[in-house]
């Protein structure tokens, strides 16, 4: 089993930046892959960011390039996101997940685990 507990959300202003955390815990051979999705009111949850723990490799949709950023803390076995030059569009519940493949995926099906969200507003 993997537990995974998001926290950092907010509300910020365009422009700005936050920096979401996930704690993960459990089971290491089932969170060899993790991600991070938004999921805005009434539109389907969506990757913006993935790692795989064996090579560090990131995945990144095209419309988070740039200003989505993902990382993962050995130290403190968290899963951050940076998103920086914040838009309105990026408001929505932001999920952490996670699962026991050998590479990166966008595809939420693919995650067998998943955190209880935290939330983002971006307004002016």
């Known amino acids: 089993q993997v537990q995974l507990v998001e926290s950092g959300g907010g509300s910020a202003q365009p422009g700005g930046s936050l920096r979401l955390s996930c704690a993960a815990s459990?089971?290491?051979?089932?969170?060899?892959?993790m991600a991070w999705f938004r999921q805005a009111p009434g539109k389907e949850r969506e990757g913006v960011a993935s790692?795989?723990?064996?090579?560090?490799?990131?995945e990144y949709p095209a419309s988070a390039k740039g200003r989505f950023i993902i990382s993962y803390d050995n130290a403190k076995n968290t899963l951050d996101l940076q998103i920086n030059d914040l838009k309105a569009d990026d408001s929505g519940t932001y999920y952490c997940?996670?699962?026991?493949?050998?590479?990166?995926?966008?595809?939420?099906?693919?995650?067998?685990?998943w955190g209880q969200g935290t939330q983002v507003t971006v307004s002016s």
């Open positions: 790692f795989y723990y064996g090579n560090g490799r990131r």
């Open positions: 459990g089971d290491p051979k089932s969170r060899t892959a």
């Open positions: 997940a996670a699962a026991g493949l050998l590479h990166t995926t966008l595809l939420a099906s693919r995650y067998r685990f």
